[in-house]
């Protein structure tokens, strides 16, 4: 894949976030019994920035952890030397409080069903929402997400990528297209 685009500078990622914090303070009228999950990687990293913002923010703390969901996935049985997963596993409890899922980027909406799944797996929160920073379209299931840093249309040949720290040495997201 070449890259094709820089879709989002650090500047424009950083800008996405703080909003996104924001609007999860406004739909929630506050941080109270609210908690974020990232899915790993990526969403995990995210995560960790947007509880830093609503604590800056707010002044309070908000439980923040992350989840595997590969022992979820629907889309794994077909794998050769499949890895080991864990079932989901958080240092916070869920049960009646107000889960904001985190990830990167939201195409077929596979991912959040596994992690949904993940979720409910662990214990019965009062609501479950969705932050992405990207939103690419290509939907295979009716999900849709709460907050949005930015919707990019792409065709399916298309990639887009995040780059974060602590995986990447620098904050972008890229548009990949074939070579």
Do not use: W
């Amino acid at each position: 894949m070449t890259e094709k685009a820089i879709i989002m500078e650090e500047s424009a990622v950083t800008r996405a976030l703080t909003r996104i914090s924001h609007e999860i303070l406004e739909k929630n009228r506050g941080a109270t019994g609210v908690c974020l999950v990232g899915i790993r990687r990526r969403g995990a990293a995210l995560a960790k920035i947007i509880a830093d913002n609503i604590a800056g923010i707010e002044n309070v703390p908000v439980p923040c952890g992350d989840i595997d969901i590969g022992y979820y996935r629907d889309d794994l049985s077909g794998l050769e030397n499949m890895p080991v997963f864990k079932k989901a596993e958080l240092p916070f409890s869920i049960e009646g409080k107000k889960v904001v899922l985190v990830d990167d980027v939201l195409c077929t909406g596979r991912t959040v069903r596994a992690a949904i799944e993940a979720v409910f797996s662990i214990g019965r929160p009062a609501a479950i929402q969705l932050a992405i920073l990207i939103d690419r379209g290509h939907r295979e299931l009716p999900i849709r997400a709460d907050y949005v840093g930015k919707n990019i249309p792409t065709s399916k040949t298309e990639l887009v990528s995040v780059h974060i720290p602590p995986f990447d040495d620098d904050t972008s997201v890229k548009l990949l297209g074939p070579d």
